[in-house]
């Protein structure tokens, strides 16, 4: 019966998270806040079952795979371009808030001792990827500020466990700064080395595994061995995941198949979305017995008064660190910004982003119960998980969008992405034109090799340019009717699946290719619209100065295009998609993607090499000669 109990129970706390996870996105609200309030509420409910959240599940069960769900995404190079940012906030700031929390709580909670005071501090220091990324990527932050938020949240981890450990040691009078030192160091050391062996015999396997299911076991199995390993050795189980993903996510185009890193995409985002939610759903249902079990024995004046405190240092301590921290950083790279300390805005939003979670309250459960006012500490951490959550989580988007920042550009990803579709493409037909020759073509199939990549290449393009409403591009047109036929090729293979004269496997693989081609048609709708909800005028620089010589010497536009139509359309009574116009003669033409493709046409004809859009709000060049954007 206690089995069935605990199945019902996890399916009972499941369906909570999806169903409200699924009102929030409806709702427009985070999940996360709405998930920690509903858990609240539930907790004092007397039919709702009662789940506590214990420190080895937390430690153990939850948080090796959300750090490498997370680190699998995370940009290897981004995360190295950010590093000293990083490293100041998961190792310099972890330190500084453990030290202000415990001196501020020794100061308002008399009862509570040093070492007690230090461990709450090393506790409530770090801030929590998952929540970090939830509510960071939603309300669209600078991808330089997201990618700091999340490296400071998978690293801070090991550095605010250590803390932990040295505070539990203190209060047995068995720590010197000696040990300090050496249990800091071991753990780092001893947690890059496993996560290195990790990705290594990681990697092995995949070069030899091709088989999704099989790939996708592996990668199941790796964060939980990273963090086991690197824990029975005395290093960070931490920093173990988090290596090993941080590689394995960078090398995946080179270890794994297409397949497999299709199918480890998407059950990984599957097994984030639940878990990250259950967790925060269960911050909440601690609530009743963390306060039923305070009840009595602290005074309520002081408890609200430690919870109050804690959180203000909390958030305070951030902003301390993080102002005097910006003029030690700089914008790497070549960008139009390269070499200025981050801007005020910036580094107010990176310091008012400090969300707490998983890790906060699982270490509270970690400290001892012989620990004076162990039930408070735990009360703290939870009030200040929750506070933060409410208090910075829900005033985020406001203060983003009160300093002006602006996040990713749908419109420019779409402009840069066109451009590197082509960028591939002219390798890819490079080496289709030095060994077409070695084929034996009796069936045409260089040339559609040839014509498949093109299509690829101006379906990218059109999603830059403007199209009136209702009005559909080439591939738009192309992927409603090839859906609609997908559709009526479902149909007919399931009508001979329902025959029963075809064998279950030959219908699974069909259905299956048709699924797997579907869903490349899927999104294309859903991304135009909201590249074209983005007014900022497109531009096609990068800051740095164009690598080709005429896009060097072609002037860059500022003013609009007066003229609308492509005039040898409107002669020969063709259409267009969008337009182009000749730098050199200022002739408007139309894209590659319209039948006639005079843009081309006119190069062809007069040599000249630079065009630009031609399109309202854009003003990006590309060049013919050299195929480079500009």
Known sequence: MAAVHLVVTVAVLMAVVIAVAAASHRLDIPAPLALVAIGAAASFVPFF???????????????????YSAALQTSLVDFNANRRAILLLS?????????????????????????????????????????????????????????????????????????????????????????VSLDFVRAAVGGVAVGLLVFVVVGWLRKRVTDPVLDTSVSLVTPFAAYVVAESFHGSGVLAVVIAGLALGHQAPVLQTASSRIAERLNWRTISFLLENLVFLLIGLQFRSIV????????????????????????????????PARYLLVYPGDGPHAGEHPSWAKTTVLGWAGMRGVVTLAAAFVIPEDFAERDLLILIALFVTAGTLFLQGSTLPWLVRRLGLVGPDARGDALTRAALFQEASAAGTAWLDEHAAEEEDLHGTVEKVRMRAEQRDLAAWERVGGSAPGEETPSEAYARLRRQMLQAEREKVLEVRSSGRVAHEVIADVLTALDVEESMLADHGERRDRESETDARLTGGT????????????????????????????????????????????????????????????????????????????????????????
């Open 49 to 67: 079952p009662e789940v506590e959240l214990s420190a080895e599940l937390a430690l153990v069960g939850f948080l090796p795979p959300l750090l």
């Open 292 to 323: 039923e079990a305070v009840v009595g024995e602290v005074p309520w004046t002081e408890v609200v008064a430690a919870c109050v405190a804690t959180l203000a240092a909390v958030v305070v301590a951030r902003f301390v660190w993080v102002y």
């Open 543 to 630: 800051g740095t100065p164009p690598a080709c010589e005429h896009l060097a010497a072609a002037p860059v536009p500022e003013e609009s295009v007066d003229i609308r139509v492509c005039e040898a359309c409107v002669r020969e009574g063709t259409t267009w998609v969008h337009l182009r116009q000749c730098l050199t003669c200022g002739n408007v033409a139309c894209c590659d993607s319209s039948p006639r493709r005079h843009a081309t046409g006119h190069f062809r004809a007069t040599t000249h090499p630079v065009i630009r859009s031609a399109e309202p709000g854009e003003v990006w060049r590309w060049c013919f000669v050299d195929e480079q954007l500009g």
């Open 91 to 179: 190792i310099g700031l972890v330190a500084f808030t453990t030290a202000v929390v415990g001196v501020v709580v020794h100061a308002v909670v008399p009862g509570i001792d040093w070492p007690a005071a230090f461990a709450l501090g090393a506790v409530v220091a770090p801030p929590d990827a998952v929540a970090a990324t939830a509510i960071g990527r939603r309300i669209g932050l600078p991808r330089n500020t997201v990618t700091i938020l999340e490296g400071e949240s998978l690293l801070n981890d090991a550095t605010a466990l250590v803390a932990l450990r040295t505070a539990i040691g203190a209060s047995l009078g068995a720590v010197s700064f000696l040990d």
